[in-house]
């Protein structure tokens, strides 16, 4: 524990955390409630952020402790388990309730067992108790059967026995202590290493641990599904700044080369908006996410490539990154950055780079997240405004031309160039 001395009375553990902010945000949630719209996903979000203060405010201090520590940690094992075991598929696989008994039986698991673990699920919402022992299923419980969706709880709860990805989250205090409560640097040895034993970096360790790195990539799929994207109405002019300018008949003639671009999700959506396109659409990722590619449109084409290596596709209109640097220290994304600069004609060939710009002040809490994840898992970073000028600027020698989107939590496309 730290040295400095406690000064706080032990009697605030009792009281609701804000309870005079309670009604303030009663009225905005009246307010925001009033006009929600199915279409309308702004106010929702507003919604929920309320919802969620709402919560922060009337809980007190020992509820909020025991939700975080007992309730939440046993509800993503619970529901990884779950997944395993066919839980979820045997619930969505008729509208009708089904008793712990009858679950038991068809997911050969032991009744007694599983029935308490499914009372934590419905006392925490996710599925509906309709008597003692009996539960339906709910949208959240039915959405479980989708694999882009389940993944993210087996990669993180552990398949094939590693502990997964949660264990690097759990050592995170004696990692830092270790080294001293300072940013991790080193992607062979921090956090993720010190939690597994390995020598191995995380897209490594994932693979070598099936069915980890499977998951992983549809875990990627998972988290990009139903998000703003840069292909979207008013985000990034995709007419103007690339398709009204594409050469056909270039050295490569590639209009969009996607490099990591993981199962395909980016480029396939870039197609599905813009289908009469011009120029080849190239997927690049390494050789076992390519390999469990089974389904993408014929114009796209998935190519095993190693970002370090030299870019084979020259002169391409663009080259797309989408949650790549992020996973990388400087020295690493100067690598990657290097071999597509290479690549690029000057005066033509765009640079998109699809990432979080981490604001000043109230940052989403789905990019705060997922920066803390970045150090534990990768030793790597969100990176805020002035760190990507850092980076792709001086560093990498690019001019950053745009910066497109900036809605909260979501990814903001980097435009950059080889300055001529
Ligand atoms: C965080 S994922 C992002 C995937 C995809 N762009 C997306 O947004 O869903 C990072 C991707 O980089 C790929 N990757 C890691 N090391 C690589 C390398 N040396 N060469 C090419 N791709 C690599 C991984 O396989 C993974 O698909």
Redesign the pocket.
């Known amino acids: 524990m730290g040295s400095i001395e406690n000064t706080v009375d032990p009697a605030v553990i009792l009281q609701p955390n804000d309870l005079p902010a309670v009604p303030s945000i009663l009225s905005e949630l009246q307010a925001l409630g009033a006009s929600l719209d199915p279409n309308d996903d702004q106010t929702r979000q507003s919604l929920l952020a309320s919802a969620r203060s709402l919560i922060v405010a009337l809980e007190k201090p020992r509820e909020t402790m025991i939700r975080h520590c007992w309730a939440e940690n046993a509800l993503s094992s619970v529901i990884s388990l779950g997944v395993e075991a066919g839980i979820w598929d045997y619930l969505a696989s008729t509208p009708a309730p089904k008793t712990v008994e009858q679950i038991a039986a068809a997911t050969r698991t032991e009744a007694g067992f599983i029935g308490r673990l499914l009372k934590h699920v419905a006392a925490m919402g996710y599925i509906r108790e309709v008597a003692q022992d009996t539960y339906a299923s709910t949208s959240f419980s039915d959405a479980l059967t989708i694999p882009i969706l389940n993944a993210g709880y087996r990669v993180f709860t552990g398949p094939g026995n590693t502990g997964g990805l949660q264990k690097c989250v759990s050592t995170l205090p004696s990692y830092a202590r270790q080294t001293g409560y300072r940013t991790p640097t080193s992607m062979l040895d921090g956090n993720l290493q010190f939690a597994h034993g390995t020598k191995l ?1 995380m ?1 490594e360790w994932l693979m070598a641990n099936p069915p980890a790195g499977e998951c ?2 549809l875990h ?2 998972g ?2 599904h139903g998000r703003p994207r840069w292909v979207d109405p008013g985000f990034y002019p995709v007419k103007e700044r690339l398709l009204d300018g594409y050469v056909s008949g270039g050295s490569s003639s590639a209009l969009l080369v ?6 395909g ?2 480029i396939s959506n870039f197609l599905a908006k813009h289908p009469e396109c011009k120029g080849r659409l190239v997927l ?3 050789e ?2 390519i390999s469990q590619i089974s389904a993408l449109d014929a114009r796209i084409e998935p190519t095993v ?4 290596a030299e870019q084979p596709v020259k002169g391409a209109r663009a080259y797309y ?4 640097l ?2 990388w220290p400087d020295e690493v994304c100067l690598s ?1 950055l290097g071999q597509i600069k290479k690549a690029m004609k000057p005066g033509y060939s765009r640079l998109l780079i ?1 990432e979080n710009v981490i604001p000043d002040t109230k940052a989403h809490w789905e990019t705060t997240g997922l920066d803390i994840l970045m150090s534990l898992l990768l030793s790597s970073k969100e990176r805020t405004r002035m760190e990507w000028s850092r980076l792709l600027e001086e560093q990498a020698g690019f001019k950053i031309t745009g910066i497109y989107g900036g809605l909260s939590g979501v990814e903001s496309l980097i435009e950059c160039v080889v300055p001529e």
Request: glycine fraction near 10%.
């Open positions: 970096n897209f992983f990539n990627m799929s988290y990009a996607d490099v990591g671009g993981g199962l999700h980016d690049q990722d390494l076992p996410v490539h190693d970002f370090h990154m989408h949650s790549v992020h996973d990657i699809n």
